[in-house]
């Protein structure tokens, strides 16, 4: 069946712009993950949500970010204000509650001038 | 809060050969997952292996083997057969077992280049 979907592949922005980027999870899967990943930091994790509803926002780094899900199905992570600071590979990762595999996209990478 | 550490930014080993990656790890957690990842340049994070923090047994998965010792909190990947295709960054991660609300997020070390050569 499909994977995990991400998109844009890649985005450009000036600084100061917003993004939107889109994450298609597995069909059923409840839990969604989003994580960055910045040049020699690794991956952080920014936000979970089960369904819906996002009990762990603790990574979201500041209140220029936020996340949304809808129809417990598709996500989308705004960043708003956008600083040169942002610019990362964004991933997000899908799984059944409950289950330990995660099931990861390609990524957005996201690049502010 | 978890942490996890990675000391070795790139590494490099010849085709055929074997290369560990090393990874150590603090948490006050008892029950727990330990991953290897593997992130080729299509950026796609994939699976190598999973450990328990429950069993004893190291894990294996083909030429994959891990090296988890708990009491010194490490956990290495050993490849052997080394190939072209293993050529990727590899995450080493934790995941808290049964986080509830707080869901299973995944703690990563910061990777570790690895370069196959013919």
């Known amino acids: 069946g499909a994977g995990v979907s991400q998109s844009p592949s890649n985005k450009v922005t000036e600084k100061g712009k917003d993004v939107e980027l889109r994450c298609d999870p597995i069909s059923g899967h409840t839990a969604l993950y989003w994580y960055r990943q910045s040049l020699g930091q690794g991956l952080e994790f920014l936000i979970y949500?089960?369904?819906?509803?996002?009990?762990?926002k603790s990574g979201l780094p500041s209140d220029r970010f936020s996340a949304e899900r809808t129809g417990g199905s598709v996500s989308t992570l705004t960043i708003q204000r956008t600083q040169q600071e942002d610019s990362a590979v964004y991933l997000c990762?899908?799984?059944?509650?409950?289950?330990?595999?995660?099931?990861f996209g390609p990524g957005t990478r996201l690049t502010v001038l | 809060a978890q942490t996890v550490t990675q000391s070795q930014p790139e590494m490099s080993v010849q085709e055929a050969e074997t290369v560990t990656l090393s990874c150590t790890y603090d948490?006050?957690?008892?029950?727990?997952?330990l991953f290897w990842y593997k992130q080729p340049p299509s950026r796609q994070m994939i699976l190598v292996i999973r450990?328990?923090?429950?069993?004893?047994q190291n894990a294996t998965e083909n030429r994959f083997s891990v090296n988890f010792q708990k009491a010194a909190k490490s956990f290495s990947l050993k490849i052997s057969d080394s190939q072209l295709g293993d050529t990727a960054m590899y995450f080493c991660?934790?995941?808290?077992f049964g986080a509830g609300s707080s869901g299973d997020k995944l703690t990563f070390g910061t990777g570790t280049r690895l370069a196959v050569r013919p």
């Open positions: 450990q328990e923090a429950y069993k004893q």
């Open positions: 948490t006050s957690e008892n029950n727990y997952y």
């Open positions: 949500f089960q369904g819906n509803s996002a009990p762990d």
């Open positions: 991660a934790f995941m808290k």
């Open positions: 990762a899908s799984s059944l509650v409950g289950l330990w595999e995660q099931f």
